[in-house]
């Protein structure tokens, strides 16, 4: 397994989110039924914009890929929100499945970013 480039990729991963949260906010909360929102959207696009610079700077310290985990905890709680919200969006659903699905791969990635 190249850890490298593993970390290099979820480092361009979160750069590209973290843009799409920083310039398409109002989009993304009128999707999730989340109008008036976009700070917050913005600064969680900040926060992924800050993982992805650690990921791209030192590709396989565990610190960087457990930012990106911790970050999926915060990402969790706001699209369970959105389910809470409106229970029928799917686009909602979507997104919760998503950053779930993230959340269990940058925690096996921190795991084995530890191991070395």
Not at 8 to 31: D, Q, V, W
Not at 73 to 82: C, K, L
């Amino acid at each position: 397994m190249d850890h490298r480039r593993i970390g290099l990729g979820l480092g361009i991963f979160s750069i590209g989110l973290g843009l799409g949260e920083l310039f398409a906010s109002r989009h993304i909360t009128r999707a999730l039924d989340a109008e008036g929102h976009e700070t917050l959207v913005k600064a969680f696009g900040a926060r992924e914009l800050l993982a992805g610079a650690g990921l791209l700077a030192a590709p396989t310290a565990p610190i960087n890929a457990w930012a990106r985990a911790a970050g999926d905890v915060m990402d969790i709680a706001a699209a369970g929100a959105a389910v809470r919200n409106s229970p029928r969006n799917s686009i909602a659903w979507g997104a919760l499945a998503f950053v779930v699905g993230a959340l269990v791969l940058d925690t096996l990635t921190a795991r084995e970013f530890a191991k070395r």
